[in-house]
């Protein structure tokens, strides 16, 4: 009898797997037929479920917030894409196999209990360096950000002491709730450590201090998602609970970008698209394939003309497009002088789609190019400029004078998001003219930059895309004469040419720069190599301009 109740189980189980994503979970029923969960008993919780309320609800008062389902929106994935993200930016593709092959054991024993939980830790962290793990502060607050729900921020956000609580190891959320979210206490899971190493396992916080300054507030409210969270000892000492049903919490919806508390202007990682199993497994299947293809457009880059290459390339998901007019000679400049073109910087590749937009050679200056990426571009030699601005002022007017067409970033550095980084005012004291040049770039499954990897991989990486699309768009010229006759600084004419492509392209323009991106992403001022054993303190409050 009982081997025919666990074959039945059994059954169950893997009918509701394959129709509904997530395992079988038997309840106990009472007598009347209704089911009923056993939680501690408490004297300061007075409703374990009430309904969600505004975002008022914690006013003035101190919130105990569930993360995992009462902040962040609830996926039938769970949890899962948050590990594979650590398992595939810090350990590599290997290590993110390994967990996805994980999956189908993870969805038996239930993809949102605590041996999922663990057994998805130790696979994303066994083995890996603990001062080299920046994961938390430089890859997972984007994806965090924009799973959070409007009402679950607006209840966090309104409260007077925010204290967080999550079954994820400590390390992947502290960065982000803190930074962005302004939470004063994070309590959850460690992850063991031996001779600097992550073990893979978990040990439990001690939450004794916590709970003892909550219990004397008296006034503290909770915000749940999961009923997992009422076994927690902090939800034990809150005097109101409110509860997100899990039939709400498909419905919630994403904070919009405009509510962010903290723009999210900088972040890491390779990965363009969420990790879900499924999407995984799809970039997994697509990578032998990728790898092939990415080979075959390097070479039709490389040896057939810009007019005849971009045709084939487009035919293989590798598209761009003009927006507006190419620029025409410039007025009154019959000695033969070049042309300077001044674009924001979104990947190496922006000079490459500049000349394929002008369907002419161009001379590219960046600060720093690896020999692999040097050796594959289409167009040429990139002149390296040094950092000294007499040196590398000097070197951008000599090919200015031989009638080049010479293509700056003055940010110094690429920008994922739609931001704009401060502009060096170097070259508007070189000409007397320059062309704005506005660039997007979107991929499908990578991303073409990083802080923290290997950036000779930059382009490759950007080849394997399944598709991608540029967007250039040229806007008119911005006449800087007034910069060589010393009536107006250099500062304010670059700053008045960023308003000018964040205008055109819809982007907020900032005053960071290339080492704020550093510190926060890599730990270091983006010239120097990275010194992994001090953790960088955060740079500080961004500013950004009214557009």
């Not at 696979?123 to 890996?128: E, P, Q, R, V, Y």
């Not at 978990?202 to 916590?210: A, D, G, R, T």
């Amino acid at each position: 009898m009982a081997k025919k109740k666990l074959s039945q189980r059994l059954f169950a189980t893997l009918l509701s797997i394959i129709f509904h994503g997530r395992p079988w979970l038997s309840s106990t029923s009472s007598k009347g037929g209704s089911t009923a969960a056993t939680f501690p008993s408490s004297p300061m919780r007075q409703n374990h479920h009430r309904p969600m309320a505004d975002g008022k609800l914690a006013a003035e008062r101190t919130i105990v917030v569930d993360v995992d389902g009462g902040l962040l929106r609830s996926s039938p994935s769970g949890l899962f894409p948050y590990f594979m993200l650590v398992a595939l930016e810090a350990g590599g593709f290997l290590r993110g196999a390994v967990l996805l092959l994980l999956y189908p054991l993870l969805c038996c024993v239930g993809i949102r209990g605590d041996t999922a939980l663990r057994v998805m830790a130790m696979a994303a962290f066994c083995g890996l360096r603990e001062s080299r793990l920046r994961a938390g502060r430089a890859v997972l607050p984007k994806w965090f950000m924009e799973d959070v729900a409007v009402d679950g921020f607006e209840a966090m956000w309104g409260a007077r002491r925010r204290v967080c609580v999550t079954s994820m190891p400590r390390v992947m959320v502290d960065g982000f709730l803190r930074e962005y979210l302004g939470a004063e206490v994070v309590v959850g899971k460690g992850m063991k450590v031996l001779f600097g190493f992550y073990t893979g396992l978990m040990e439990e916080e001690e939450v004794i201090l916590e709970e003892k300054k909550i219990m004397l507030e008296g006034d503290a409210v909770a915000l749940s998602g999961s009923l997992e969270f009422f076994r927690h000892p902090l939800s034990h000492c809150c005097k109101e609970t409110y509860h997100v049903r899990q039939e709400d919490g498909a419905r919630r919806q994403a904070l919009p970008r405009g509510k962010y508390p903290k723009p999210m202007v900088f972040h890491d990682g390779r990965l363009a698209f969420r990790p879900t199993a499924g999407g995984t497994l799809a970039m997994f299947m697509w990578l032998p394939l990728g790898v092939a293809l990415g080979a075959a457009r390097l070479a039709v880059a490389l040896v057939v003309p810009y007019r005849y290459a971009t045709l084939i390339l487009a035919s293989t998901g590798m598209s761009w497009r003009l927006k507006g007019n190419r620029p025409g000679p410039p007025p009154g400049h019959g000695g033969g002088r070049g042309q300077l073109f001044v674009c924001n910087h979104r990947t190496l590749i922006d000079p490459v789609y500049v000349s394929v937009a002008l369907d002419r050679q161009v001379r590219a200056v960046s600060y720093s190019l690896s020999r692999l990426s040097e050796l594959i571009s289409p167009i040429g030699r990139t002149v390296r400029l040094t950092r000294d601005r007499d040196s590398d002022g000097a070197a951008m007017a000599r090919l200015l004078d031989r009638g080049d067409l010479v293509v700056v970033c003055p940010e110094g550095t690429t920008c994922r998001e739609p931001y704009l980084l401060r502009f060096s005012p170097l070259f508007a004291e070189l000409s007397d003219d320059v062309v704005p040049v506005g660039v997007a770039v979107e991929t499908a499954m990578f991303y073409a930059t990083t802080a923290g990897g290997f950036k000779c991989l930059d382009a490759l990486y950007y080849m394997v895309n399944p598709r991608m699309c540029y967007t250039v768009q040229f806007l008119d010229r911005v006449c800087t004469t007034a910069v060589m006759g010393r009536e107006v600084h250099s500062r304010d004419m670059a700053n008045i040419v960023q308003r000018k492509i964040g205008d055109a392209l819809g982007y907020g323009c900032t005053m960071l720069t290339r080492k704020d991106k550093y510190l926060m992403l890599a730990g270091n001022d983006g010239v120097v190599k990275a010194n992994h054993n001090c953790s960088a303190a955060p740079p500080a409050p961004i500013g950004i301009k009214n557009m």
